[in-house]
Structures are given as structure tokens and as C-alpha cells.
């Protein structure tokens, strides 16, 4: 700055984000439902919550990590597999993300977003494929912070943006979304048709994974959800969205959603995070 | 090296060369002295680097009657305060003033050029009629501006020695507000100059009726060369125009006449009315400013037939340089500047010459519009604001190095970089300095502001978020120089760098989000529509990623570097390249609709409307061509 600047006020940084708040800082609320459904008798899906929330020196004073996977495989190693998969990324993205986050040094060129998740999802790949051969299994991953939703995913477990309408952010590596892309069926037919369950990318099967990255604007009001098949095959959008309008909090959202999925017969492992950001303007 | 100042004994001592005042203005030479003030050149030291001269004017006053002093010293810095407030391109500029001791300061606008008086010397054969009516024209807008000032400003001493047409060619009047500024306030004290003062004046009274009498015994003075000072006041009647001056029309010849009327009443009711009556007398106010008349040539027909699919020009304008900026739409206009130093503003449908407006130095950005105004940069090292209508100067701004950024425009302030290193936010009203911020390189990426952050980069390679006060929020820095001017969409801010690489930056906390490479620098800056960015690259493609995951969606081959920057309109992306042709492509699939080849590099980008797509070329022209093909 120049000498003839006029002097900043006395505002602390970052006090003009905070000061756009409504009260306080921004807070999470975070509801979760884990649930084994009506016809499965093991639970291979894994959830991962972080959140963080600091009023120290910076204009970051908060992020979230939300991670869904859903295993396959049997014999436990579904299980094992979803539990590593989320476990390792969550590690990268600690290790990477969350030491800026905290002020650290980010080292000759600071990794972006991208490379951060991306490099997450391949960690994760590795040592699934290391330690659990033959097994797989998907992953969604939602970053928050600054009023952006960043997205990495693998599979069929789907983010949700939802508000007064419902949108769904991420596209499934399905045999069935690839047949809808490309006009074969309608997303109708796709309801009914037999192989729904078969990928086309999943964590553990081959070393080239090509994992999907996704920037969005936070809608603020908008709540973020995200869900294995167990819920959305069951559960159409509209019932989706009306169950978590109708629901005050998150963790009400979560249970009336596993309610639902269950009612519908359950077929599958229920697993969804729903996730609401108190404060943000 | 403060050469000390005389006490006050010596009050009224000249300075000598070299004598530093406030530690910042190094006197350089005298100009002149008057009965109450004395005029200095100085060099302002702020600016270590360029030469920037000033004036200094100093209130001479022989009092030594400390309450006298204190009066007029108090007199002096109201009155300093408010001819800074005053904003017109025919006044000089405050700068500064101060006291010391008990001499006081006044650091204002050096102008160089020459006075009207000067001017008339050496036109023995009188001066053009044209010119002279033109000249009083602006002069009654002058005084029009100070009379119609709250408080009322009354000039007191118009007298060509005071007017000035300084280097661009614009008229100035200096040796602004002295008179009333130190004169003793009661009547009996004849202020102004024998000869052109009017009657009233004589008497210790001023209103603005005498600044139009003054004005008409000075333009009498430049029409018939007759010096009023060396005749008895108010014999103008024995002086007659026709019989010295014939080929003076009687229009222009009443409208003296009536401006020196003895009676005040029976002048003109104002200066605006002397203005009025002077523009109907020679009928023609438009031909007094207006400049050389286009070169608006037919299309060429060798290059342009020869191409399939080829949009038809709808005309095209010859520039005597290189145009290598962005042209901008504002109204019917088009807006163009070149690097034959104009800004040219011509008609957009038909290409035709409007006005120019010459700065001295190449200008290779693109100008922007405000309230009216047209600002733009120049590698004379300024940032001008020009009137939209006119073509006129309203006021410069001085950097401390040629200006090769866009300017750009919001709440109320201009915001540009300069190869001084720094971003400038400058009052758009009156081209007044708010703040700067040092980078340390030349600032030549144009500064965007979406809400209240301010984003743009420096050769530094760095990337700056800076709040609207100028204070720093975060910064990013990249391994080369960022030319390219930031892009913001959904809460991301896009720029090139001439690392090679695209990136995509969170706008609230400068976290890269992600990057985009290409095969070598990118100075072009990213156009962003329908959730694509499109941007040049110098490895000669022009690529379109999208924005939320940063995949490839085309990339186009051109046959050279791609430096300009891409316009997106209508679905369809327009974008110059150094091999001469501009690309008109589709956003969807990057799928070439039609190419047009111009005569020399296109490094600039186009801009359009409804009709036409305009863009400038190496080959000094300015193309329209027709949007819809």
C-alpha cells in the first residue's frame, strides 16, 4: 500500500465475513442415518462427518468433509472396503487441506481443490486395491468451505442439493446412467431395469480410476445431501424432497429419510448425511 | 538538499533553484510574478522516477499586521480548499497547498502550452475567426461552470495572457481564482487588468456580467489585435471590428459589442447566453472542434470475396497506427483507441468519425464508460477522462509509467494498473487519487470488481483480492507473470498466467480450485458463458473447459499465437488471432461457422452488438462485420 492510503479501520481480517453473518459463526448441522435395511443382514456402507470451526486468524472460518461409501464384496470386505476408502481420503484431504487450512505452508505450489480430492480418491483407490483384492466400493465426498461445494465421487452414492426443489449434483458411473446419456432407455425405464446395480467405475478395481471432480456455489438455505443407493433406489426425488422440507433439522431429515427407504422394503444398506450451514448469509 | 527558507523579514525574497518545499516540490525556475503572487515550475519528488512538474504559486502579501496575516491566511486555505472541489477541463488542478511560516502555497497543475496572447503575436495576420468564436465558446462554458458554483465563482482578470491552449490542444484558463483569492475584500480596490475590466470593476465591484465584459474586451483584443491596455478604457467604440477585422461576420461582431456594454444590464443575461449567442453566430459549433474528417474506406475486395461463408463489412475505419486494443460500445457509438496515440469515436452502424481525442503516448486497452464519461489509459502514462458527447477533456491522471491496462469503472471510481507496478483507484468525477496498491511489477491485467472486492494480477505473477478501500483480502500467486484479466463466475475467479496455465481461484479466500494447462502462456483472458470459460493460449488454440469440473469441452487450432480475448455473443464465440483472422466459433462444440482474414495480427478482442461484430486489427483498421451470417 501506498503512504497515502487511507488507514483500514480497525476491523480485524476476515471481520467483514464474519460481520455478513447473521449471529456468530457459521455453524453446521449435520444429521446422519446408517441403517441395514430390510433385506441385508450386514451393513457395508461407511459415513465420515468432519467439520471445523475456527475464529482465529483467518477468512476461512469453517469447512465440512462428508464422505458416503458403499461397499461391495461380501464376506465382510465390502464393509472393509467402504470403511478404507472413506478413512484414507479423509486422511489425504486432513493432510492436505485442512494444514492450509490452519495456516501451514502448501509448499512450492499449493495444490489446488482438485488436486487435493482427486489425490484423495486415488489414495484411496490404492489401498483398496492393496489390501482388499477383489472387493470395491464407491465413494462421494463433499468439501465445503467459503461458500463452495466442491465434489469428488466414484459410483452411484449421489450428492443432493435440496431446497424448495431438489437437484441432484452428481452423475452416476452406472451402466444405467451411461444408458440414459446415451438415449437407450428413458430415466423411467431406468427404474425397472435389471443390472441397476452395475458400475462402471468403483474404488479397487483397476489403478486407472478417473475419479469425477465438481465445483458448485453453496446455495444458502439449500441443504446438501448425500445417500447410497439404498435410499434414492427406493425413494423417488419428490419424496425425498418433501420428506426433508417437511423435517426442522437435519438429523429429522435423516431419520424420516431411513423411515422411508425402509417402508419402500428396505433392499439395501441406508446410509445419507444431510448437512445445513446455520449463519451463512 | 532543503535550501532554507527565508524568515519572514524576507517573505516576499524569490525562491532560489533547488529550494525544496514540504520535502517534496524542488523548485526548478521562476515563471513569472505578479502584483500579489508568484509563479515557480517544480518538480514534484514524489514520483522519483518520471519527471512530473507542477506549478507552485506563492500568495505574496506585505502585511506584517499579524492579524491581517492571520486573516489572509485563513482567507487563503478556504479558498484553496474550494477551488479543489472545482472539476472542469479548462481548470487547472489543486494539488496541495500549504504554509510556511508566513509564506503561503498553492501546488497545482503545470501546463504547458501557450497563452492566447502568445499565440496572437505570432499570427500577424490575426487569427482565424473560427478559432477565436470556438476559443470564446469554451471560455463561456468556463465561466458558466465557476459562476453557476456554490459559492459563485467570479474569474476577475480574463485577459488572453490567461487563457491557455495547452499541449493536447485543449484550452485552459490559468492564473485561476488569485485575483479573488488574496485581494483585500472592500471596494475601492480595482482587481483585474486595465483595459479589459469592465466599468464596475473600476469600482471595487465584481459580478459575473465582468467576466463577460472581460471576456468580450478579450475577444476583441483577438480579433482586431488591438491591445485594450494600451487605449483609454472603454473606447472600444473608436476600435470598430469591421473596419479592422471585414471578414468578420456582424453576428460575431454584435455579440462583442453587446458583451461590452457599459451597462452590465445590457450584456448578456450570462455567460451560457454569450455562449449560446457566439455558436449561433458562426452557425456552426461542431466544425470549431471538430477534427480531420474519417477516412472511411469501401471494403477491400481482394482479401475478403475470396472467402466462402465470409461475413459482409459493413465498413471499415483507417487508424495511422496499429490497433491492437478492444473497441467498446457505448450508445451509437463505437469507442476505439490506437497506437496513433487517438481515441477515436465513430458511428457503429456506419463507421463514421465522431471525434477523436488525441493522448500522447499508444493506447492499448480498452476504454471504458461511466456517467458519460469515457475513460482510458494511454502510454503517455495517463488515464484520461473524456466526455462521451464531445470528445473533450475532463481531467488526466498521472501514473508514474506508461498505462497498457483497461480501466475499469464502478462505484464512482476508476480502477486501473500501470506498468508503475500499482492499481489506482481514482475518483471518476474528478480523477482525484483514492489509493493505490504496489505490486512491485507492471499492472497490465484489467481490474475486476464483483461486490466489494477489487481482483486483478501484476507481471509479478501475483493475484490480488483487495477490499474497495484498497486493503489486501488475500493473494495468489502463480509461477509467471497474470496479464490476463480475472473472470468471476459462481463464486470463482478466472485468469490465465503466462505459466501456461488457467486457474480457477476461490473469490472469497484466493484457494486455487483448480488449474488448467495448455502448451504455453496465456496473456488472453478467459470469457465465461453457459457454464463454459473460453480463453486463448500462445500455444495457438482456443480452448473451452468447463467451469465446474475444468474438463476440456473443445479446443480449436488457429495458426498462431492466440493473445486477444475471446467475446462470447449469442452462442458463438468471437476471438482474434496473431495469424490476422478473427474466428467466429460455436460455444457448444467449438465447430468453426466462419473465419475472416484481416491484414495484420488481431491481439485485441472484438466486441458486438445486435447487428455487427467490430474489432480492431495490426493492419490500423477497425472492422464491422455483420453478426448474422
Known sequence: MSPDTPPPSADAPGSEKTAALSSGPPIFHVG????????????EDSLIALTGLQQADSTLPYFGLFIVADGMGGHELG?????????????????????????????????????????????ANQSVLRHFPGSGTTLTAALMFSSQLFLAHVGDSRAYMVGSEIKQVTRDHSLVQRLIDIGQITPDEATRFAQRNVLLRAIGQTDELEPEFLTLPWEPGARLMLCSDGLWGPVDDARIQETMANSDTPQAACDALVQLANAAGGPDNISVICVELAGLR | MTAPLGPARTGTATLSQGTVLESRYSVLRKLGRGGMSAVYQARDLRFPNITRLVAV???LHSSHDAAMLEAVLSSFEREANLLATLTHPAIPRIYDYFTIGERSFLVMEYITGRDLEGILEEAPDGLPVEKVVGWSIELCDVLHYLHNHTPPIIFRDMKPSNVMIDENGILRLVDFGIAKLFAPDHKGTMIGTEGYSPPEQYRGEAGPLSDVYALGATLHHLLTRRDPRLEPPFTWGDRPIPQLRPEVPPAVVAVVEKALAYDPKARFADAHSMGEALAQSINTTVAVFAAPQPVVEAPG???IADQPGAPKVEWVFKCEDEVRGTPLLARDLLLVGAYDNNLYALNAERGEFQWKYPTEGGIPGRPEVGDDTVFVGSEDQRLHAVSLQTGRMMWTYYTERPIRASPRVAVEHVFIGSDDGALHAVQALTGRRVWKCDTGAPVRS???????RIYFGSDSGDVY????RGEIKWQFHAKRAVLSSPAEADGMVLFGSVDWVLYAVDSTSGWVIWRFRTGHSIVSSPAIAEGVVVFGSADGRIYAADLRTSRERWRFETEDQVTGTPLIHKGLVYCGSVDGYLYCLELA???????????GPITGAPAANETSVFFG??????????ANV
Do not use: P
Open chain 1, 79 to 123: 464393509e472393509r472396503a467402504s470403511r478404507l476408502a472413506a478413512q484414507t481420503f479423509a486422511r489425504h484431504v486432513l493432510t492436505h487441506f485442512t494444514t492450509l487450512w490452519l495456516g501451514g505452508s502448501g509448499g512450492e505450489e499449493q495444490l489446488s481443490i482438485q488436486e487435493i480430492l482427486e489425490g484423495a480418491m486415488i489414495a
Open chain 2, 57 to 59: 504559486k506563492e500568495l
Open chain 2, 301 to 303: 475486395r481482394s482479401s
Open chain 2, 465 to 468: 483480492a483487495l477490499s474497495l
Open chain 2, 589 to 599: 462444440s467449438g465447430r468453426l461457422r466462419w473465419k475472416f482474414k484481416s491484414g
Open chain 1, 32 to 43: 446422519i442415518g446408517h441403517d441395514v435395511g430390510r433385506v441385508r443382514t450386514a451393513n
Open chain 2, 617 to 626: 486489427s495490426s493492419d490500423h483498421t477497425i472492422y464491422a462485420l455483420s
Open chain 2, 446 to 452: 484489467t481490474a475486476l470488481v464483483v461486490g466489494d
